[in-house]
Nanobody, 122 residues
Framework: QVNLIESGGDSVEAGRSLRLSCAYSGFTFGNLGWFRQAPGNEREAVGSLYLRDGTTNYVDSIKGRFTISRDSAKKTFYLQMNSLKPEDTGVYFC?????????????????WGEGTQVTVSS
């Protein structure tokens, strides 16, 4: 059974930083991804990590500001978010997919956490 539990969401002012965590279990290969969803918008990719070699990919809108990392011993992966902007506001989800061919596509991921709220005020 695969479980994903996000934590670390908060309300912060623009320019500040947050680190989100996703504790995972029952998942040993494939991709771990971060997605977000703003009110009224579709869920969109933030980035993904390939467990086998640690390769990361990011969408252009957050490159240079957000970083994905992992602690294999703790079975946790992270999303470090710096220089936050109001448009980064949304619910952030972690996801896991065993056979991900197109990493930004949500339908590629079989397992999802419940999400954690990030609110950035101007």
């Amino acid at each position: 059974q695969v479980n994903l539990i996000e934590s670390g969401g908060d309300s912060v002012e623009a320019g500040r930083s947050l680190r989100l965590s996703c504790a995972y279990s029952g998942f040993t290969f494939g991709n771990l991804g971060w997605f977000r969803q703003a009110p009224g918008n579709e869920r969109e990719a933030v980035g993904s990590l390939y467990l086998r070699d640690g390769t990361t990919n990011y969408v252009d809108s957050i490159k240079g500001r957000f970083t994905i990392s992992r602690d294999s011993a703790k079975k946790t992966f992270y999303l470090q978010m710096n220089s936050l902007k109001p448009e980064d506001t949304g619910v952030y989800f972690c996801a896991a997919g065993r056979y991900v061919a197109d990493w930004p596509r949500p339908s590629e991921y079989e397992y999802w956490g419940e999400g954690t709220q990030v609110t950035v005020s101007s």
